[in-house]
């Protein structure tokens, strides 16, 4: 039994909705064929719904309400708030636990994106936030692990090439058939060779990516700053640091060492400060470099629309209550210094 199936009916029952087995089940049912089959974009709608933020289409909720509908007529549209928000919750919940593993971890980082170091909470009355946690840490690990390069090696050309000798041998000329079997087989070994050659290459981008990441430890040096990583104010680090450490990283999901990456780097924990001084300690040259998408989202970007309206004022604090107020962060909230680290890493990462 997975995950989903063992869980789904305690997801829900904290919204006292009152089901019976039967509508339980129908619901499940449901939501697990709304998990595998929303977009991204969908699933991501499904998290705005949840945090009580709008949605980017509002056909969104109108073809996953419709979607129960379907299956039960008598499921209300319109007049179920609490129970819409509960499936939208568990849908969510539930597509963090199917394949394909990066589909899963992207959709993991969202919803911790969108809770802005865990200071905003979903509207719903279980713990997605850890839900996310271990989604993601599951996935990043999966996406991350290195191939048998040994068994990638040889790849079953031994036993093709065996295969060929032997028939090599026989004194009779192959039929026609045999012909047309010896074409496919050489084209499975031929897509066996490209699917393991792309392993392989993503392998070694990944040593490349983690060997400069590495270097970037042991020199101590920020690029962005121009100076040695103890010179950069301690408020300042978690910004500049995760800022840095987006540029050398090319996959869509975080290693799962991100934390220890930026303690070591300087990141000082446990030390809590508010995002406006973090970003205000760091100066323009820093928050210059920062990736800013064409359309901020004040739920999913947080730090980076805060980086984006500093950059507007020229710092100060002239930005930070309108920024307070869109993104229902508050502006004096106290917050570890890894956290805000974390959180501006993921945003770069996902939306950059």
């Not at 090696?153 to 090599?168: K, N, P, R, T």
Request: charged fraction near 25%.
């Amino acid at each position: 039994m997975s995950i989903i199936d063992d869980q789904f009916a305690n997801w829900l029952r904290p919204a006292d909705l009152g089901m019976d087995g039967e509508t339980t089940a129908n619901r499940l049912r449901v939501v697990k064929a709304l998990a595998q089959q929303l977009t991204e974009t969908q699933l991501t709608d499904l998290v705005r719904h949840v945090f009580g933020s709008p949605m980017e289409a509002e056909q969104t909720l109108t073809s996953f309400t419709q979607a129960f509908k379907k299956e039960d007529p008598n499921f209300l549209i319109g007049e179920n708030a609490a129970e819409v928000l509960a499936l939208a919750g568990t849908t969510v919940a539930s597509a963090m636990n199917f394949p394909p593993v990066d589909r899963a971890g992207k959709l993991a980082t969202v919803v911790l994106v969108a809770s802005a170091a865990k200071t905003r909470s979903p509207s719903v009355q279980f713990d997605l936030l850890g839900l996310a946690d271990e989604a993601l840490l599951r996935t990043s690990t999966q996406l991350r692990k290195r191939p048998q390069l040994d068994e990638s090696a040889s790849m079953g050309l031994e036993e093709a090439e065996s295969e060929a000798a032997s028939e090599a041998e026989e004194k009779a000329a192959p039929a026609l058939a045999d012909v047309a079997i010896d074409v496919e087989r050489l084209n499975e070994i031929c897509a066996q060779l490209v699917n393991r050659n792309a392993v392989i290459t993503k392998s070694l981008k990944l040593q490349d990516e983690e060997l400069e990441i590495v270097w970037w430890l042991v020199t101590g040096w920020s690029n962005i700053c121009g100076k040695p990583f103890d010179q950069i104010p301690a408020e300042a680090r978690p910004v500049v640091f995760a800022l840095e450490l987006a540029t050398k990283c090319k996959q869509p999901l975080e290693m799962p060492s991100l934390r220890t990456i930026l303690s070591r780097a300087g990141v000082e924990h446990p030390v809590s400060l508010t995002i406006p001084t973090a970003i205000n300690a760091c100066g323009e040259r820093p928050i210059a470099t920062a990736k800013t998408p064409k359309h901020l989202c004040k739920l999913l970007t947080p730090i980076g629309f805060a980086i984006a309206r500093a950059q507007e004022t020229g710092g100060g604090s002239a930005w930070v209550e309108n920024w307070s107020a869109a993104t229902k962060v508050k502006k004096d909230a106290e917050i570890d210094s890894l956290d805000i680290g974390v959180q501006l890493y993921r945003e770069q990462i996902l939306f950059g």
